[in-house]
């Protein structure tokens, strides 16, 4: 049906792209031009439909798209409620995101896989957001890359070689798509039964948070200690596999990174103090002062980076851990520079505030203040319990730092992602800067991360 | 009565402590002739299967499981004409009768043992399991942790130890006799030929003892078990032997063999997980023992329950769970039993009808065959102050008449009183009130099991979960390719495979869920209790709601006039 790439589609392009949830920030305005920098045909189903890939370049950053062609006509029921899939009509054709239509989608996996797989049946998932990722037969799961990055994309560096050494809470690798540039897309196994830690902690939450008579978290219900503490050791394995997997940096590596974090503390605490009128770089001053007095921080190595219950997956098998790329606002080198394991601690920790503050916003606003007690006392049995079951790991201690100073080591990494979720939420999402302004508070006073 | 050789495989049992269930002769105690004059509720109600507990000549310091004659029925439940009259009857109406049968040990007041003690020379003398000091076998655990220190106990008589895995009262038959081995045969055939269906094993893995093992599971026990199966086979063909081995699924399975030693056995962890999984508002603890359940030879079945006369079974889960259901459970330490808590279902879920009907409900549409215990079909409660087991063992609640219908005898003369309590006493829960109330849940339950028997899928058709985000709702498809439907008189005959759905909701709050059924596009879910058509199914997720603790049984159906 197509020959070719057809040029008057390029045009409109730039439109496509803003609308896909994967696009530079949801709420970036479309791009001025784009390019093709290349565009094939995958596969051809005769004069039915064709399934192609498109790079396209806008700005400093290149896109994939993978791409749907079926003779013009009234479109079909999988786009129904989808109308930014469409990319455009021409020449008798219109061209549309493949990912939603599930015979090409099934397609796709067949033609990666060179015929190796030849699922039944394919969906996509729909809670996405910076790449997009298909479900074939509820077996195999296809993480198809969207703004690629040249080189090896981490996550499917760090998961083909966490399972290649043994650890298996990681869901095994079935095939990896790339070209000469770039990792294009990652077939892995998919997690059966799962439920992101996220949602089983919100669960907990709302069980807690309904009840009428008890706010003990331990004694409620839906009690999440248990799978927090389970969530615990297998993320000392994770980090003791990954220890082993890409070796420690050098001493000095680890101390100037280390100095790096402390460096941009300050100026982020005071443009976090602009921007939202409190006096934080005041109240930090002690606080840095200890951090200061840290002249070894500890052993540091390639970590998860994004480590929170969103990145965590709970089956009949117990957790996984999910999405290896780091956090995706910072550059790649940033990224994948090493850190303390305790980095990945903090983050989790955060994200037990964050959903203990998320469930409590689902409520009447009248109900806020005297659930805060209960929102922190979650929070306080659950951090604990992740970190028992995370110190019970007997081999995690020569990963960590001194005891002396982990303390001062853990503050630093807690302020650090609180700023970061400062930022981000200035940036996107203003009605819940709430939550890492409420931690950071804390932080800078030195208060414990529990109390109120 | 279902004629096909794996009735079990679709039947609903139901298990009668006969001392409670109606005292026919008006002594106080129940009794066989009491439980034949209550078939006719026991088929209204649709159950296939009675499961008797022991009915032997016994001293009853075990609840029957102390056998002191293996020949005669216990005289307080009548006599072997009894016995034949009620089995006749039973078949009758279309319900067949196992009966618990202890082949590992017997009393100690049993002739057999009596004799064995005199001395180490005389008949019997070879056939219980003595040794001269108490050392041999230390690998083997206690299991009645709360009363005995030791697997072996001194007889002054003899002069030696014997060994007993249960009470110091109830001794182990020494089954490397083969005069015992054929014996034990012997009275499993005397009971086949007067009627029975079957039988329930008790305590099956502790056969055979061998220095250096545990004692427990030993091949010698499963050539037993294969011997009397093929005893079975050859002479009994369509009986069933069930076996009792509280143990990880992975373990049981073996008591299957290759379908050459039982035909069923009990799931045992499955069931304190479903009440965690309610607690706790999620799927997973009962998913992961599910996953972790081996596949069966295709004639077998698991028997599985939510509550029977002895404690909750908490043996089977980890110390972090067992703690967890303990502080649950059992705020009151009188209900702490061994390693388990003993309650009836109603009182466990604090008097919550809903979730008694959705527990009821994933016990009836789980693979396995469901197991109900008396009572609990009218919602009975417990007296956890008459000691021991006893608080789940009081009279079956007939009327608001005079010792709950029971019994005629004087109040003074039960064997134990019935309840009386305002919340569960015999006033407000008893049977005959419940069949008058439509909406009560005897009816519900009756309800149930009519769904349950139109459906062979829910006995034979596999086991499939659906993957959803939610984590508190957990669904799954059974399907049957090849269904033996019941006969159907008028209305439309069915074809192709019984396929059912079920989504249940685990939580108090109510759920949305998206469920991933693209595999089942174009049929049409119909709900089984009420017969209402649901939307076909799409390309894309198939949207529902769940009221708090509700739950969904749908047939997928393929649309009037095809898809």
Redesign the interface.
Known sequence: MLSEWPPELTAALPDHLAGQRWYAGAEAPAPESVRVASSRRLWSGGDRHELWQALVLAGEDCYQLILGVRPAGEPA??LHGHDTALVGVTDGVYVYDATWD?ELAKVLLEVITGGEEKP??A?PM??EQSNTSL?YD?RVILKVFRRLQPGRNPDVEVTTALAAAGFTHVAAPVVEWRDEQYDLAFGQQ?L?????GW??AL??L??LY?NSDRSVPA?A???FG?EAGRLGLVTAEMHAAMHQVFGAAGADRARAGWEALLDGLPSRLERAAERTGRDLLHAAGPMLERMRAVTDPGPAFRVHGDYHLGQVM?T??GWYVLDFEGEPARPVEQRLAPASPIKDVTGMLRSFHYASRYALVERAVAEWSHMIPTARAWESHNRQAFLDGYLGHPGIAHLLPDPAVSPAVMVAYELDKALYELEYELSFRPEWVAIPLDALERLVEGKDQTSD | MNPAKNWFQSAVFYEVLVRGFYDGNGDGTGDLAGLTSKLDYLQWLGVDCLWLLPFYQSPLRDGGYDISDFWTILPEYGDLADAVELIEEAHKRGIRIIADLVMNHTSDQHPWFQESRLDRTNAKADWYVWHDDDQLYDEARIIFVDTEKSNWTFDSQRGQYYWHRFFSHQPDLNYDNPEVAETMIDVCRYWLDIGLDGFRLDAVPYLFEREGTNCENLPETHEYLRRLRKEVDSLYPGRVLLAEANQWPEDVVHYFGNDDECQMCFHFPVMPRMFMAVRREQRYPITEILARTPEIPPGCQWGIFLRNHDELTLEMVTDEERDYMWAEYAKDPRMKRNIGIGRRLAPLVDNDRRVAELLHALLFSFPGSPILYYGDEIAMGDNIYLGDRDGVRTPMQWSPDRNAGFSTADFAQLYLPPLMDPVYGYQAVNVEAQMRNPSSFLHWMKRMLEVRRQHPVFGKGTFEVLTLENPSVLAYVRTLEEPDRPAQEGGIVKTGPDIVLCVCNLSKLAQPAELPLQKWEGKVPIELMGRVPFPRIGELPYFITLAPYSFYWFELVDPPGGA
């Open positions: 029921e999988f599930s039944e049946r969906r729909t809670a479900v509820e998919f059966a039964g799962g439920t992101e949602a089983l669960t907990s709302r069980d309904s004694e219900g839906g009690d248990a709970r009949d098998m």
